[in-house]
């Protein structure tokens, strides 16, 4: 069975203070590892995805890579519109073919 | 496109009764996917259908949890009879395909908040 793991469960930093995201999976042959945004009230909202070690995929102060056994989600300089809850999940060969099993997220608050 | 949409957007509803989500995906996404999401166990899929065709629906809680995709553009989750338990955000889901998951990935609705009370 896949399995995501996401920490810390909750951050809060200050507008600037660059930090990491970290997802850790369990999977039978990785199909991909996605990266959601969700912000409350709204359904989640899609950032990357990565399919192999190594890989590294980046947009405005977000960047994501890929090991084999977990993720991270490099945060830049962070401004409060950054503030959301970042959501890990994996698609893998046994999972069913199409679908994703996600983390419980981790609730990020940047402040001024 | 307007996206996924969901209705309703709020559902309350009294132990016992039936409840009726809907969802139309995105024109021209074969899949589709039905998600509940909770505090303790972040979001969970249920069932997802491929051209109108459920394919995986190991996810379903209990006989009371029933969906169908009678067309392209609607599916429908329904539970009956609806417990406290149930209580949670479900959201729909569409994708082209997992040809499209490096720039898309699935697109979700904003979901329906139930409570059963």
């Known amino acids: 069975e896949d399995q995501v793991t996401q920490s810390p469960e909750a951050l809060r930093l200050q507008e600037g203070e660059s930090s990491s995201l970290n997802c850790s999976y369990t999977?039978?042959?990785?199909?991909?590892l996605f990266w959601y945004r969700q912000d409350p009230g709204k359904g989640p909202e899609f950032l990357f995805t990565?399919?192999?070690a190594g890989e590294e995929k980046e947009k405005e102060r977000l960047k994501a890579t890929l090991t084999k056994k977990e993720s991270f989600l490099h945060i830049t300089a962070p401004k409060p519109e950054d503030s959301a809850t970042y959501l890990c999940?994996?698609?893998?060969?046994?999972?069913?073919?199409?679908?994703?099993?996600f983390g419980t997220g981790t609730q990020l608050k940047v402040e001024l | 496109d307007a996206g996924v949409i969901q209705s309703p957007r709020h559902e309350v509803t009294e132990m016992g009764q039936e409840v009726t989500l809907r969802c139309k995906p995105i024109?021209?996404?074969?899949?589709l996917f039905w998600y509940r999401q909770t505090m303790m166990r972040g979001l969970e899929l249920l069932i997802y259908?491929?051209?109108?065709?459920?394919?995986?629906d190991s996810g379903m809680p209990e006989d009371r949890f029933s969906a169908k995709m009678p067309n392209a553009s609607f599916s429908t989750l329904k539970i009956q009879p609806s417990e406290p338990r149930d209580s949670a955000v479900y959201f729909c889901?569409?994708?082209?395909?997992?040809?499209?998951?490096?720039?898309?990935?699935?697109?979700f609705g904003s979901g329906t908040r139930l409570t059963v009370v």
């Open positions: 889901a569409s994708s082209p395909g997992p040809w499209t998951d490096t720039n898309y990935g699935y697109t």
């Open positions: 999977v039978s042959g990785l199909r991909g």
């Open positions: 990565l399919y192999s």
């Open positions: 999940a994996v698609k893998s060969i046994t999972g069913g073919g199409n679908k994703l099993t």
């Open positions: 024109s021209g996404h074969d899949y």
């Open positions: 259908f491929n051209n109108n065709v459920p394919i995986d």
